[in-house]
């Protein structure tokens, strides 16, 4: 299951992208013929294009959504386990972000990001995690990318 939100990325993380289609775009394939190595590179390299591709053409640049609190791309969200003390912050987004930010990066279409998906401040929220045992999530708090930098300036 995936969410049909659009990517949501950073101005750094599209300009990185960017750069690094560039670079790929530059590298074609110097491999002659029948060269088994040079077959898969070609192949892994023109495969990571599309995929720069897909993020780009749909992607939401820097454009912070409503500070209304509820989980969504573009969000720096902080949320306690129920088996922690402990809170953690994270920006939903797209994994290719480049790690501007000591900000760890959790994809709308992870079990967490889809979990949290539309969730309001004090909302808890329930998932899986691969051994398949059940995390119980609760938001403490969403707020814009934007506003999140500005203040941590």
């Known amino acids: 299951m995936t969410t049909s939100a659009r990517p949501w990325l950073t101005p750094h993380t ?4 960017l750069r690094e289609r560039a670079d790929l775009m530059r590298g074609e394939s110097a ?5 088994p190595d040079g077959i898969v590179q070609e192949r892994h390299r023109r495969n990571r294009i599309r ?3 897909d993020i780009l053409r749909d992607a939401v640049v820097g454009e912070d959504p409503p500070d ?3 989980a969504e791309p573009g969000m720096v969200l902080t ?4 088996d922690s003390a402990a809170a953690e912050t ?4 797209s994994l290719d972000e480049t790690g501007q930010d000591d900000l760890d990066v959790y994809s709308p279409d992870s079990p967490l990001g889809r979990a949290l998906a539309g969730a309001k401040r004090g ?4 998932y899986r995690v691969p051994n398949g ?3 119980r999530v609760t938001l403490i708090d969403a707020e814009p990318y934007g506003r999140f930098r500005r203040l941590a300036r």
Do not use: K, N, P
Not at 90 to 93: A, I, P, R, S, V
């Open 79 to 82: 949320v306690r386990y129920d």
């Open 31 to 35: 491999s002659g013929g029948d060269d």
């Open 90 to 93: 994270f920006l939903l987004g």
């Open 14 to 17: 599209h300009r990185s992208l």
């Open 133 to 135: 045992a059940t995390v």
């Open 123 to 126: 909302e808890q929220r329930t």
């Open 68 to 70: 209304d609190g509820i």
């Open 51 to 53: 995929q720069i591709d």
